[in-house]
């Protein structure tokens, strides 16, 4: 069993950054792919970005790109989403996700674990 926790939500203004952290234990997670996702208010969960569990490759969301970064630091069973130059509809809860996998998967039913979820919330 794997348990993930996500920190480092808030409110920021259009424009800023936050860095999101996902901390896992539990069974060993160094060798899981990871995955954030996001569900904004009457809207579908959405990928956002997923990183691979050797850190060899990453993947993200049109909407993000050049703007986000995925990474993790295996020695601290950690992910990280850094994300700069937030916009009002980055606003959603974001969620990490964990998966017993070699490949970055879209799709969030291909996720084995998932943590609780941090607000994010972008003002104009």
């Known amino acids: 069993q794997v348990q993930l926790e996500e920190s480092g939500g808030g409110l920021v203004q259009a424009g800023g950054a936050l860095r999101l952290s996902c901390a896992a234990s539990g069974r060993t997670t160094s060798s899981y792919t990871t995955g954030w996702f996001r569900q904004a208010p009457g809207k579908e969960r959405e990928f956002v970005a997923g990183i691979t569990w050797n850190a060899g490759s990453t993947f993200y969301a049109d909407s993000v790109k050049g703007r986000f970064t995925i990474s993790r630091e295996n020695a601290r069973n950690t992910v990280y989403l850094q994300m700069n130059a937030l916009k009002p509809e980055d606003t959603a809860v974001y969620y990490c996700?964990?998966?017993?996998?070699?490949?970055?998967?879209?799709?969030?039913?291909?996720?084995?674990?998932w943590g609780q979820g941090t607000q994010v919330t972008v003002s104009s």
């Open positions: 996700a964990a998966a017993s996998s070699w490949v970055v998967s879209y799709r969030g039913r291909n996720y084995d674990y």
